[in-house]
């Protein structure tokens, strides 16, 4: 199962797409490499306007040196002992993503000073915030080409060919191609990728930090990078069985945002061919083989809905009521679908516990009373919203026959104003009746009665 998200963007990367998200979402270096005109670096610019909100910068490691990276030394540090630079909108100091265009060209000075980026996350010895580095490279079999420091490419977790449609391409992938390239829309796609972001982080999160699933990952790594090390005479880094186990919880966590059958296994075969297969040169047969020999650990272990909503739930801070109270508001039929009861009757008890907190209690319990009408079971959770919300109903309905008394307003109509209301609001059928309580339940009802704005919109509803 692959995703569409860069259909918008680019032609054929359905298969490592997966990946290129992933690696993005959760800050992982990877390579794009492929010859001229595969749309590496237009992919690679998309992706960092969508991520770096504005703050991105792009190298070329054919032209830009230390002075176009780290910019001018201040001479007061420097006459001080110390290193300190000019930040500029070219420098890198700042950025969040970070592209470096042609990286196979790059001079063995320029790679010595990357090796440091990504290795120490820092410039210089000052510390840097990138989020992500994303680098484009031809292969190395052209002749401009200079042969990548091991060490450099180590450091990368991924290594990603890109489909170049040399031979036997199709009309209507060419027209595809020619569609996108002359569509305005495609420099605006990456900006829509956030929400997908923050579902895969969410998704990485809940298998890094769920034991059995972590321990199957950890299990499924230890034992296929045995058997691929047994096999091949490539060199494989222990930092590859470390990256190894990460992007499968990486990818993985994007293939259950996508709802793969079997997100960890689906994950396993492509971080086994772009962290091992690609970079170190293993034989990909060999490590699938290897694979298929170890990958009913992973299909053992994959979260289910029930533990992804316990989790998303729990990792929201305890002080932080609303968004808890949003969260279960917004998730009320899944709650209600994929937990047992016991556990359901806490997040939604959760919500009755604490809207009294809340200056929005009324609309709160009116959410909530609403949505428990689509489900079933749960009687005691229902009987206590509806409950609530009627004792706040009945408390927002003195305060009005108090507005009305303390006013002195002499028309009798008004003074039967809350009379009405009261009937109104036990009819379960009439228009008016559903109008009056969506004005009682306003986040703002207390500020529209002190504000006297509240009579005149009931008086119109009531004489309707």
């Known amino acids: 199962m692959v995703g569409e998200m860069l259909s918008d963007i680019v032609v054929g990367f359905e298969r490592i797409e997966p990946v290129i998200i992933a690696n993005v979402a959760l800050g992982k270096n990877f390579i794009l490499i492929g010859r001229h005109g595969t749309s590496k670096t237009t992919l690679a610019r998309i992706l960092a306007q969508g991520v770096g909100g504005g703050s991105y910068v792009i190298y070329d490691a054919t032209k830009d040196d230390i002075l176009s990276i780290a910019g001018i030394p201040k001479t007061k540090a420097l006459e001080e002992g110390r ?4 930040s500029g909108e070219r420098t890198i100091w700042g950025k969040q993503i970070i592209v470096i265009d042609e990286l196979g ?4 000075e320029n790679q010595n000073i990357l090796l440091e980026i990504l290795q120490e996350k820092t410039c210089f010895g000052q510390k840097l915030d990138y989020r992500v580095i994303i680098a484009t490279m031809n292969p190395e079999t052209y002749a401009a080409s200079l042969r990548l420091d091991e060490a450099l490419l180590d450091r990368f977790y991924a290594v990603l060919p890109v489909p170049d449609f040399a031979q036997g391409v199709r009309k ?5 191609i020619l569609d996108l390239n002359f569509s305005k829309g495609r420099w605006e796609a990456g900006k829509e990728f956030s929400r997908v972001y923050d579902a895969v982080r969410s998704h990485y999160e809940a298998f890094v930090s769920t034991p059995a699933t ?33 992007e499968i919880f990486a990818i993985g966590a994007y293939m259950a945002h996508l709802k793969e059958k079997e997100p960890l296994s689906a994950a396993a075969k492509l971080a086994l ?9 293993a034989e990909l047969s060999t490590a699938l083989q290897c694979h298929n020999a170890c990958k009913s650990i992973l299909e ?12 998303e739930f729990a990792r929201i801070p305890e002080d932080s009521v609303k968004r808890r ?8 039929r899944e709650i209600t679908k994929h937990l047992k009861e016991i556990d359901g009757d806490f997040m939604l008890g959760y919500v009755l516990d604490h809207a009294r907190q809340l200056r929005t209690k009324a609309s709160t319990l009116q959410n909530l009373v609403h949505a428990l009408k689509e489900v079933s079971g749960y009687k005691e959770v229902k009987t206590r ?41 036990h009819e379960r059928t009439p228009e008016q009746s559903k109008k009056i309580r969506e004005l009682l339940t306003k986040d703002d009802f207390h500020e529209l009665l002190a504000g006297g704005k509240i009579l005149p919109i009931l008086r119109g509803l009531v004489r309707r």
Do not use: W
Not at 172 to 176: A, G, I, L, M, P
């Open 273 to 281: 061919e772009y962290t091992i297969s690609v970079p170190a040169g």
């Open 300 to 311: 053992n272990y994959a979260l289910s809905e029930a533990d992804l909503l316990r989790y």
């Open 105 to 108: 060209r790059a001079t063995k």
């Open 172 to 176: 209507e992938t060419v027209r595809k």
């Open 325 to 332: 109270i949003r969260f279960v508001l917004e998730n009320v």
């Open 214 to 246: 972590r321990e199957a990952v950890l299990e499924y790594t230890s034992r296929v990078m045995e058997l691929i090390k047994g096999k091949t005479k490539a060199y494989i880094s222990n930092r590859k069985s470390i990256q190894m186990a990460d």
């Open 385 to 425: 919203a509806e409950g609530l919300l009627m004792e706040e109903l009945a408390l927002r309905k003195k305060a009005l026959a108090a507005s009305l008394d303390t006013q002195k307003i002499k028309d009798m109509q008004d003074v039967a104003l809350v009379k009405r209301i009261d009937e109104l609001l």
């Open 83 to 86: 290193f300190e630079f000019a």
